[in-house]
């Protein structure tokens, strides 16, 4: 595929997830903002802002608030392969907390390891605006049309 391809593909694909995530109360919640996405290798990076309000009771953000950051650039890596029309509900998820995350950037990193008919298979990662990882998942998603009283347009 030509340089242009891919430009065109990503830039398509950063416009439709920017629109999708405007009408999505989780990804407006944690102020969602897709930065790259590769939808040929099933590969985003997604920008969130931890509210002081995320925080548990030792100013740290809950793990939950981290876990709803990754399942969405996991889902969104596999869905940057399809595009609009198509869901992602997660089956599972494994979340490994490395380090603690305060308020502030965090960046998203998520990307498709395989991709079936039916299920994929998705990892993401989340680092602070210093790079340091702090939170790593794997998961697995269902692959299925929107339900057509439910499709976002």
């Given amino acids: 595929m ?3 391809f891919m430009q065109t593909a990503e830039a398509e ?16 919640l944690l102020s969602a903002k897709p930065l790259a996405c590769d939808p040929a290798a099933g590969r985003i990076t997604i920008a969130f802002q931890a509210q002081p309000e995320f925080c548990n009771l030792l100013g740290t953000v809950q793990g ?3 876990a709803a950051m990754l399942d969405l650039v996991m889902s969104f890596a ?13 089956i599972d998820m494994t979340t490994h907390f490395l380090a603690p995350a305060r ?20 990892e993401g990662r989340l680092r602070d605006d210093h790079g340091k990882l702090l939170t790593t998942a794997t998961s697995s998603g269902t692959l299925m049309r929107w339900p057509s009283e439910r499709r976002p347009e």
Avoid at 13 to 28: F, G, K, V
Avoid at 78 to 90: E, F, H, R
Avoid at 109 to 114: L, M, N, P, S
């Fill in 78 to 90: 596999a869905l940057s392969t399809m595009g609009p029309g198509w869901a992602v509900p997660t």
């Fill in 64 to 66: 939950g608030m981290l």
């Fill in 103 to 122: 308020p502030g950037a965090v960046i998203g990193e998520g990307a498709v390891v395989k991709k079936g008919r039916t299920i994929t298979f998705m």
């Fill in 13 to 28: 694909a950063l416009d439709w997830i920017s629109r999708t995530y405007a009408t999505n109360p989780i990804a407006t």
């Fill in 2 to 4: 030509g340089a242009h």
